[in-house]
């Protein structure tokens, strides 16, 4: 196509200059090719880490194992160690060609934030030195005024400081040394997700680990497991800037559906596009580089989706990698001539895209606690977390729920491909019927020995059953499949420590109830095994509401939870309310993970950010409306009419007007979307108007949500409309089926 020669017979907008010129370019496009290292992945696999290896070969005994004890066991490094520990990590990063350091955190924002400084200084001496000492380790003041901290730190106030946190190790990004930090206040109150994920961790790991004592004296400690599964879009670079809406609100706000997208059914588990593959590779590549142990890749079930899912590992640090797995990506795409997309719809019409996140706890003796085990003995154990894990979602339901929301993440739940806004469990059929067996087997009476054994008998056959159990179901939130959790609500984009901290919390606060019940009867001189037997039958009874095996996706469900008495909110600013709840403030508080002022801030911060994506996304679409769509409309219809007016030249008026007739059916059409197209966006503009008056959050959210959000569907409605009808080769915007097959 000549874009020159269009231009002088049809004077195409720059706009659609520019998607013509980037069609052109993803054509001409080739596979980067990557240097692949050619050795095993063993070999160097963390290289970039500064990791216990390392660490043993750059620190002192002493500052090793300080490090050690802080890692495994939380324990304080004091200064002298730290300045050591700070020495033999900046020895090395500068071996390894490193100029700066940063700390690196995670803002309430859902990204990572660092500031770089160098490591080189000079003094009034005029001597050139690389410094970094233990107090530029431990702690830093970022300027921090401008992260959100939902009114935990007023402008006024602006310092927080970050804080190492020895349980994740330093790693090296380019030519910079990053330390994983914590976020906090001066007044002490965390301003970001890793400081309560890691009170979490540590309360459920006491919690837990008491529990284990009453079937193995061994086990000491227990940390959980996070296993993420992410899903991403990639579009090609050229055609992604060539959509504002993409660039400024990260999704589509127009687009008509492509004739195919993923009714065939081709795309999941297809070959991977060679230019895809090349990407992979290479991020892959870099993620090894930070040990991080990605195992799988394929594509999803959109066209242009994928997934990349690690090895699991303890959760706090899986947490850290998903978030640099996500930094590498976007990086590396750039040079592939992509962009990553991590929103949870950036299209309409095709599947959105999720973090799984498959979760469970894992014991210092290696037991997988919500895998069956070999005797009766750990089967036992491992009913006794399922069930508390089925009652903690049962009671924090709501909480979870909101733990999940996000603005792009609406768009998923409920629609028909993702877990819906109801909380529910799967357990499959046989661990269903397990706990189902307990509850009518147990009584308040002790158990007779034959009762006991046969009870023990089936608890033991668990192994056997789940081994060729496959049923699995991917319509459930949140499903156990065999050996973990998978709470398959979480918006890709999200950082998953929010659902973790809500999750791991839930269960730890349940897990100490269950064993302060379970000691009562035991002082009581219930035996310790009819003493359990008699709580969990009594939490499996009153979590029964929460256990659904069937399709989540149907209307059905819907009525059936409604009947059962589980919530059902869709709407995300009333969803987030759980944040605030008494019961939530107190279980957070309690469970010293976070103060009633820290939860306040989260859902602050959570309310404040869904209300400016809606006022983005209106804003983009008004202008895009406006200023692009309706010209290239009335460009089109100009046409139309130069036409029929040459044809009333050429012939009888009547006859014309027949002949004529599709042209003038079109002329009419568009304007009649031009005219809906115009008042919509000026009324959607009132609404913001009136929405950015309220000063109260919640009344500003809840007006975008209920006054301004319903527009950006019917405006989109009337471009969609308008798109099937005008000359393709004057519309501004690159189309679905440009956008969605990497070519
Ligand atoms: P699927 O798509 O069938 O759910 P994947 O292989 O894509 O399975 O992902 C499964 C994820 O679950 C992986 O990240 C894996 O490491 C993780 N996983 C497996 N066992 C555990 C566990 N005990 N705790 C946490 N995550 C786990
Ligand atoms: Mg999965």
């Given at each position: 196509m000549n874009i020159e020669y269009l231009c002088t017979i049809k004077k195409i907008t720059h706009m659609a200059i520019l998607r013509f010129k980037a069609l052109e370019e993803v054509l001409k496009r080739q596979p980067l090719s990557v240097q692949l290292?050619?050795?095993?992945v063993s070999d160097y696999f963390a290289m970039n880490v500064f990791d216990r290896p390392k660490m043993k070969k750059y620190l002192s005994k002493e500052a090793f194992e300080s490090v050690v004890m802080a890692m495994d066991h939380g324990l304080k490094i004091d200064r002298k160690m730290a300045d050591q520990v700070a020495s033999g990590m900046k020895a090395w990063a500068i071996e390894k060609g490193a100029s700066h350091y940063t700390h690196w955190f995670h803002p309430l924002t859902d990204s990572t934030a660092e500031k770089h400084d160098g490591f080189f200084e000079t003094n009034f001496d005029g001597d050139k030195l690389e410094v970094f000492d233990g107090d530029k380790l431990v702690q830093q003041e970022p300027d921090?005024?401008?992260?959100?901290?939902g009114g935990i730190r007023s402008t006024f106030e602006a310092r927080g400081y970050t804080a190492w946190d020895p349980s994740s190790p330093a790693f090296m990004v380019g030519q910079t040394l990053c330390i994983p930090t914590i976020f906090v206040s001066y007044?002490?109150?965390?301003?970001?997700?890793?400081a309560p994920l890691l009170n979490a961790v540590s309360v459920l790991d006491k919690a837990a680990a008491a529990v284990c004592q009453y079937f193995?004296?061994?086990?000491?400690k227990v940390h959980s497991t996070l296993g993420w599964e992410q899903e991403y879009f990639l579009v090609d670079d050229a055609l992604y800037n060539a959509r504002p809406d993409l660039i400024?609100?990260?999704?589509?706000?127009m687009g008509h559906a492509s004739a195919?997208?993923?009714?065939?059914?081709?795309?999941?588990?297809?070959a991977i596009p060679d230019r895809v593959v090349a990407f992979m590779q290479e991020f892959e590549i870099e993620s090894f580089k930070l040990g991080i142990p990605l195992k799988t890749r394929h594509n999803e079930v959109a066209p242009n989706q994928f997934e990349v899912a690690p090895i699991f590992e303890e959760i706090s640090l899986a947490n850290d990698h998903n978030l640099l797995v996500m930094d590498v990506m976007r990086r590396v795409a750039r040079k592939h001539n992509f962009r990553v997309l991590f929103h949870?719809?950036?299209?309409?019409g095709v599947n959105g895209s999720a973090k799984h996140n498959n979760w469970s706890m894992a014991t210092n003796?290696?037991?997988?606690?919500l895998k069956p085990g070999k005797n009766p003995k750990s089967n036992m154990m491992f009913l006794t977390f399922l069930a508390n894990v089925v009652k903690a979602v049962f009671d924090h339901a709501d909480l979870l729920r909101a733990s999940i929301v996000s603005a792009g993440n609406e768009h998923r739940l409920?629609?028909?491909e993702a877990p819906p806004a109801i909380v529910s469990v799967f357990l499959g059929t046989h661990v269903s019927a397990m706990l189902d067996e307990i509850v009518t087997k147990v009584s308040n009476k002790p158990l007779t020995p034959d009762q006991k054994t046969e009870l023990k008998l089936n608890i033991g056959k668990i192994p056997e059953i789940l081994m060729?159990?496959?049923?699995?179901?991917?319509?459930?939130?949140f499903a156990f499949t065999g050996n973990r959790f998978e709470?398959?609500?979480?918006?890709?984009?999200?950082?998953s420590a929010a659902p973790m901290i809500a999750l791991q919390t839930a269960v730890a606060d349940q897990l100490l109830k269950f064993k302060a019940e379970v000691d009562e009867l035991i002082e009581k001189d219930v035996k310790k095994d009819d003493a359990i037997f008699q709580v969990l039958r009594r939490i499996i009874l009153d979590s029964k509401a929460i256990r659904f095996e069937g399709n989540g996706y149907s209307k059905e469900w819907a009525e059936e939870a409604e009947r059962r008495g589980?919530?059902?909110?869709?709407?995300a600013q009333e969803a987030l309310k759980a944040y605030i709840s008494e019961k939530t403030l107190k279980l957070f508080e309690e469970n010293g993970v976070m103060t009633e002022r820290e939860s306040h801030a989260r859902y602050e911060v959570r309310l404040e950010k869904f209300k400016k994506q809606l006022q983005i996304e209106s804003r983009v679409l008004g202008d895009l409306a406006i200023n692009h769509i309706i010209p290239t409309a009335i460009q089109y219809q100009n046409l139309l009419i130069n036409n029929v007016e040459g044809m009333m030249d050429i012939f009888e008026k009547a006859e014309a007007k027949s002949l004529a007739k599709t042209q003038i059916d079109t002329i009419k059409a568009i304007s009649l979307h031009v005219k809906e197209i115009v008042e919509k966006c000026e009324e959607m503009r009132l609404a913001r108007k009136d929405a950015n008056e309220l000063e109260d959050c919640e009344e500003a959210s809840q007006a975008y949500a209920r006054?301004?959000?319903?527009y950006l569907e019917t405006i989109r409605e009337h471009i969609d409309s308008l798109e099937l009808i005008v000359d393709d080769e004057l519309w501004p915007l690159p189309k679905y089926r440009e956008l969605l097959f990497v070519r």
């Open positions: 290292p050619n050795v095993p921090a005024s401008s992260f959100p901290s007044t002490g109150e965390a301003l970001d997700y890793k193995d004296k061994d086990i000491t400024l609100a990260e999704r589509t706000l195919k997208n993923q009714q065939l059914e081709d795309h999941y588990f297809g949870e719809k950036p299209f309409k003796t290696g037991v997988n606690l409920g629609a028909n060729d159990n496959t049923d699995r179901n991917r319509t459930s939130p709470f398959r609500a979480v918006g890709a984009s999200a950082n589980l919530t059902n909110i869709k709407e006054k301004v959000k319903p």
